[in-house]
RNA sequence: GCGGGAGUGGUGAAAUGGCAGACACGCAGGUCUUAGAAGCCUGUGCCCGAAAGGCGUAGGGGUUCAAGUCCCCUCUCCCGCACCA
């Protein structure tokens, strides 16, 4: 017990570091303060920068990640500032979505209620860890109708456009979600939110967006966005995927009234190698012969099946090649050639037309079919072999299947024989569409994207169905609500429960409305929007985020579009980052905008790691941000997570280490408080330049030394800020100067350094940490007499002069071996260097019976002795 | 299978082609203390040794005066895509 009273006395020590005293104490303050953040109006002609994080969902726990997302971005946002531009750094709220249903049907409290109250229990802990956002100017959340009648706004605007449409289709549906998924939603068949739950497919009614008009422009993009990382740019370009190839049309023979079959294929140019035609199981001439052919049909129901099973055990794809013969034929459009038409299970019903032409010899997974069944392989492409290499050549290339293009020319193939395949795929295509059987395409594996959901916690769709009809519309037709019928509000009062069908459409006071038009009775749209439509366009609110009358003003938005730094995890690389995209493309089309890319430069930071797998609550390895803060603090936490690897890669989180930062900061802390009142006596209370004295004069060796370290800390630093973020080596460089600083306290003691020098470290190592520990920051930068706040402070600048050394350490190696290194006076030249580096006692005794061959001299790098 | 990233001490990690392992964690010894904790000091890649030395960046080859870094081949791990015609 006595023990315990002691321990206590020392938290309440003023020389102790005490971060649970001191953080509360200038959060309060903060808080008190709503536009302590706040950026300058959009007219203010200052320099932009608009520092974005990706929003969370409110799920009421903070985690790890988003603590690192978050201190990145802060520590940018605060560095940004100091170095004098105009800063918008706002945060907001993704909330609409599932959970909230979920948390109702569990514990009977409204999806609105819990909402809300999740907001503000993550306010207060993000509040808590020091984030400098302007809530007061920025803050939305996206399930309130001041936010969700812009969506429906935009959705007019759409519908307007031929934007958005209403369709029916196979759609993804998720059992567990009880809702349709958009196909970015569908991770490896199974749902993004719930990964071992499988998506099926169900034919439904649903609204689309048309993001694949902008296709072309959503890819052609990727290659003016160089701030994007690489990997987020190719998985884009592969969920885009755009394929150029031509669409040809096969009759089929003795069926008049059938329609042609029209395949697409990228090698129309191997098409004298065709030789069977492939249908995927849900084609509609498979469907049609199916009807007259039972055992067709079994064939095809059990294709249907296996793959529906295969998807189940995740090894779609390592699925055995099989087929059926239908027994019907198609004529090849080129050479008459008589062609069997076949099923196949490796035809996919979703991708170009649903049936191919099947060319063995030049396509890998035909010709395994076509081994495996004993169909004929015709060889028509044959690589070109110079007489050259011909001894030389890869005898692959003379293997089938040869799947090669460039380099190729045409055998086999009629009037195309000897042409290069390059140019034949241009000349025959052309061909086919002057005959009429064929077209130049291009196909892409993006879809538009289905946005309705049959959830209640969602934007509703601002559309009604006219029961009667009137002109033009027919009974059940559909019909725009007006703008000045905005907003749709939600229901409140509603139960939730399991069972299925849009929630809204139990609510009679809500379907029941009249329609615009007629004035008859109408239908209201029971299906609400996918979350990831407020989440396109929420940046852009943020600019304006209290305008009444628009969604954002114009002129603001292109004052601060486009967002100079946006930062967030990868798994939105297709989802949000595509989606939010396309947005922008449309609002610039709408006339709102005038960039056409949401971001400059997006930046995405690795996983949070513990115990070599991901933080995950199924894991059990989940560190809470709330633990950490209350054992170290905020700044300890935040620049922890800064400190222990670079951005980018993933972060092994070691409490330890966070720990080791809490005594690295207590350090800091005793020093400055120690010599805080001789900074303090000082006359000139000086504000960021005028910080330097330019001089050596009346230096000592010793405050040369650390003023030195000092400049080429702030040089490293303020470089790393624009260039590589390698936040863990600047917060290892500002060690580095502490441990200097800690080791020359004898010194400063005995008036060994000149208290003007003792001033400028303890200044610029109060507003180096600004950006990483900004409670500290502030509570140091009180002490040493300021009373400014410290995050309006210019950033130090770096003095070349002051940075430089006045003695350089020269490696000297001997073939390539370190064998010492020597000093000398900085400005050395090479003969001096050189001639330093042959005196040397140990490069002498290597040197015996030795001949230098080649003596290099490196400037500001090595000496390297070549001998024999 | 294809695309991207990575592989360096006991651990997290540093290194514009130029002293490998900065900085930190951990560990060991010391100091202070009645004792412990905290703090402070010293040491800490591996091997042998008293020392001098030797070996070391997944493995193998190459370019270079000089390679963790550039080139080629192989292996392992992580992430994404996956029969896309």
């Not at 309440?12 to 303050?29: H, K, S, T, V």
């Not at 971001?599 to 633990?627: C, H, W, Y």
């Not at 470290?761 to 180096?768: D, G, I, N, V, Y």
Request: aromatic letters at 10%.
């Amino acid at each position: 017990m006595p023990q315990i009273e002691k321990n206590d006395a020392q938290v309440f020590d003023p020389q102790r570091y005490n971060p649970a005293e001191i953080e509360p104490r200038w959060q309060a303050l903060w808080d008190a303060d709503p536009k302590l953040y706040a950026a300058e109006p959009h007219t203010s002609g200052k320099p932009k920068f608009y520092c974005l994080e990706m929003l969370p969902y409110p799920s009421g726990q903070l985690h790890m990640g988003h603590v690192r997302n978050y201190a990145i971005g802060d520590a940018l946002a605060r560095f940004m500032r100091m170095r004098g531009y105009n800063v918008l750094h706002p945060m907001g709220w993704d909330a609409f979505g599932l959970p909230a249903e979920n948390a109702a049907l569990k514990n009977h409290t409204p999806p609105r209620e819990w909402t809300l109250k999740n907001i503000e229990q993550m306010k207060v802990q993000m509040r808590r860890i020091g984030l400098s956002y302007d809530w007061a100017g920025t803050e939305i959340a996206t399930c309130l109708p001041e936010y969700y009648r812009w969506n429906q706004w935009f959705f007019l605007k759409m519908v307007e456009a031929g934007l958005a449409y209403r369709r029916s289709s196979k759609v993804n549906w998720c059992p567990k979600c009880a809702t349709v998924l958009a196909n970015e939603q569908v991770v490896g068949g199974c749902c993004w939110r719930h990964e071992d739950t499988l998506v099926e497919q169900r034919e439904l009614e649903q609204w689309f967006l048309r993001i694949t008009k902008y296709a072309d422009e959503l890819l052609d993009g990727l290659d003016k966005l160089p701030g994007w990382p690489e990997k987020v740019r190719t998985m884009q370009r592969n969920w885009i995927g755009r394929s150029e190839g031509t669409h040809v049309d096969f009759h089929v023979s003795a069926m008049a009234d059938t329609p042609a079959i029209k395949v697409f294929t990228t090698r129309v140019d191997t098409i004298f190698g065709a030789t069977s035609i492939q249908l995927a199981p849900e084609h509609p001439l498979t469907k049609q012969l199916a009807a007259a052919d039972p055992d067709l049909a079994k064939a095809v129901t059990e294709m249907i099946a296996e793959q529906k099973a295969a998807r189940e055990t995740g090894d779609i794809g390592n699925i055995e090649k099989h087929g059926v013969s239908t027994g019907k034929n198609a004529i090849n459009p080129f050479n008459g050639e008589t062609l069997p038409i076949w099923v196949a299970n490796y035809i996919l019903a979703d991708y170009g037309t649903g049936a191919i032409m099947s060319v063995p010899a030049h396509d890998e997974r035909d010709f395994e079919f076509a081994q495996k069944y004993g169909l004929h392989i015709k060889r028509v492409v044959a690589p070109v072999i110079s007489p050259k290499d011909a001894a030389g050549a890869d005898t692959d290339d003379l293997s089938l299947p040869y799947t090669g293009e460039d380099d190729a020319v045409l055998v086999d193939s009629g009037e195309w024989t000897g042409e290069g395949a390059l140019e034949a795929q241009d000349k025959m295509a052309r061909f086919a569409e002057e005959n009429g059987f064929g077209k130049k395409t291009t196909t892409y594996r993006l879809k538009d994207w289905g946005v309705s959901r049959q959830r209640y916690w969602g934007t509703p769709i601002p559309m009604v169905y006219c029961i009667n009809g009137h002109d033009g519309v027919k009974p059940g037709g559909v019909v725009a609500l007006p703008e000045s019928a905005l907003p749709v509000l939600l229901p409140e009062q509603i139960e939730i429960t399991q069972e299925g069908g849009s929630p809204l459409g139990k609510v009679s006071a809500f379907v029941h409305t009249t329609c615009p038009v007629c004035g008859g009775p109408a239908r209201r749209e029971t299906d609400t929007m996918d979350t990831f439509v407020d989440s396109s366009w929420y940046f852009y609110r943020y600019t304006d985020a209290r305008n009444a009358h628009a969604p954002f003003d114009s002129e603001k938005a292109n004052y601060w579009f486009p967002i100079d730094q946006y930062i967030g995890g990868v798994e939105h690389a297709i989802l949000h980052l595509i989606y939010s995209r396309f947005w922008t493309k449309v609002m610039r089309d709408l006339g709102l905008i005038a960039n056409s890319e949401p971001a400059e430069r997006l930046f995405t930071q690795g996983m949070v790691i513990k115990d070599g797998a991901k933080m995950s609550k199924s894991k059990g390895n989940v560190v809470s941000p709330d633990d950490m803060i209350a054992r170290y603090g905020a700044d300890a936490t935040r620049m922890y997570a800064l400190f222990a690897a670079p951005p980018d890669r993933d972060l092994e989180w070691q409490e330890e280490g966070v720990a080791g930062i809490s005594r690295f900061l207590a350090r800091v802390y005793r020093l400055t408080i120690k010599y805080a009142p001789v900074v303090r006596s000082l006359e000139s209370h000086t504000h960021g330049d005028e910080i330097a004295p330019k001089q050596f004069a009346g230096q000592t060796e010793d405050g040369a030394a650390l003023l030195r370290t000092l400049h080429q800390t702030i040089a490293k630093i303020t470089e790393d800020f624009s260039g590589r973020w390698h936040f863990n080596t600047c917060i290892a460089a500002i060690m580095i100067l502490v441990n200097e600083i800690s080791a020359a306290e004898t010194a400063m003691d005995t008036g060994g350094i000149a208290p003007a020098t003792i001033a400028e470290l303890f200044r610029a190592l109060t507003l180096l940490l600004t950006p990483f520990a900004p409670f500290l920051a502030a509570e140091l930068w009180q002490q040493l007499g300021e009373t400014a706040a410290v995050f309006h402070q210019p950033w130090p600048m770096a003095d070349a002069e002051l940075a430089r050394e006045s003695e350089i350490e020269v490696p000297v190696q001997v073939n390539g071996k370190l064998i010492t290194v020597i000093r000398l006076a900085a400005d050395s030249d090479e003969a001096a260097i050189s001639a330093a580096s042959l005196a040397d006692a140990k490069v002498v005794a290597r040197l015996v019976g030795k001949t230098i061959v080649k003596h290099l001299v490196i400037k500001g790098k090595l000496v390297n002795l070549v001998v024999r």
